[in-house]
């Protein structure tokens, strides 16, 4: 079954393309990689297959229908840096909002809402700090957070932009045993990356971005040292890095 079909996406700012004619078909249960060195477009693409920016062409397909119609089936983990971290808000009132797609308009939180809260935070480990201002928190517990609520919104489809980004090694390690859990319940996982040492181990699929679509397949095939240079436009560390790589 195709859970993402995007359709020759293009997505401009200011008229200036950030992606271009982009097409994938992405299935279910499997973990995927989107990678790309920086202002290559991985977020606008993310944002473009959730529907939060105006495509100037093409058409996205989740579940064979409008996205419109299916965000309750999609989580999404921002950037760190685009959630403002200052807002006066509690530790489970920010995992809850994971549940208000589930909340009517004029609604409160039931029962069972409260109780799925619960039960996240102490997935990632963070029941202790229910009540804690979300200033107060250290990036891996940040970034546990943003799991939680993904999780507690019970959806199908998971797009996580920079999961591990000011994460410390042991809550990466968590994370993503947590992701491979959804992946063994058949969801779908979309991981925007920059660590290409983790690669291999990390994704079934990489999508290889710059701008237009590089490579996009199983990592085996599509995560090669010349695929990797091409997206990486011959940067001279990141191709280093990449024959490193291949080393082995
Ligand atoms: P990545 O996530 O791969 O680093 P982005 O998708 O954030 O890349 O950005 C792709 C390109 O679009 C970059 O050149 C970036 O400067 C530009 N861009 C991103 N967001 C905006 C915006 N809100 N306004 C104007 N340009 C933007
Ligand atoms: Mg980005």
């Not at 004619?21 to 202002?39: C, F, H, R």
């Not at 069972?112 to 202790?128: S, W």
């Not at 700090?129 to 959806?155: D, K, M």
Request: charged share 25%.
């Amino acid at each position: 079954m195709t859970v993402i079909s995007v359709k020759n996406l293009t997505i401009s700012y200011n008229k200036k393309p950030a992606i271009k004619g982009i097409n994938l078909e992405v299935g279910e249960g499997s973990i995927i990689g989107i990678l790309g060195p920086n202002g290559a477009g991985k977020s606008t693409l993310i944002k473009g297959i959730l529907g939060l920016l105006p495509s100037e062409t093409g058409e996205i397909r989740i579940f064979e229908k409008p996205v419109k119609e299916v965000l309750k089936r999609i989580a999404y983990i921002p950037q760190k840096e685009q959630f403002d971290w200052d807002f006066p808000i509690n530790v489970s009132e920010v995992v809850m909002m994971g549940r208000y797609p589930y909340i009517s308009l004029f609604g409160r939180p039931d029962e069972n809402d409260h109780l799925i809260v619960k039960e996240v935070l102490e997935k990632v480990e963070m029941a202790d700090n229910q009540f804690t201002q979300i200033r107060n928190l250290s990036g891996g517990q940040q970034q546990r957070i943003f799991l939680a609520r993904a999780l507690a919104q019970e959806s199908d489809i998971y797009l996580l932009d920079e999961p591990f980004v000011g994460v410390d090694a042991k809550t990466e390690k968590a994370i993503f045993e947590l992701i491979k859990e959804l992946k063994e319940k058949n969801k779908t996982i979309l991981i925007v990356h920059h660590d290409l040492s983790k690669v291999k181990e990390y994704f079934d699929k990489v999508i290889l971005i710059n701008q237009t679509l590089v490579a996009f397949g199983d990592t085996d095939i599509a995560f090669t040292s010349e695929l990797i240079n091409k997206a990486y436009g011959g940067r001279l560390t990141i191709l280093q890095k990449a024959e490193q790589l291949f080393k082995n």
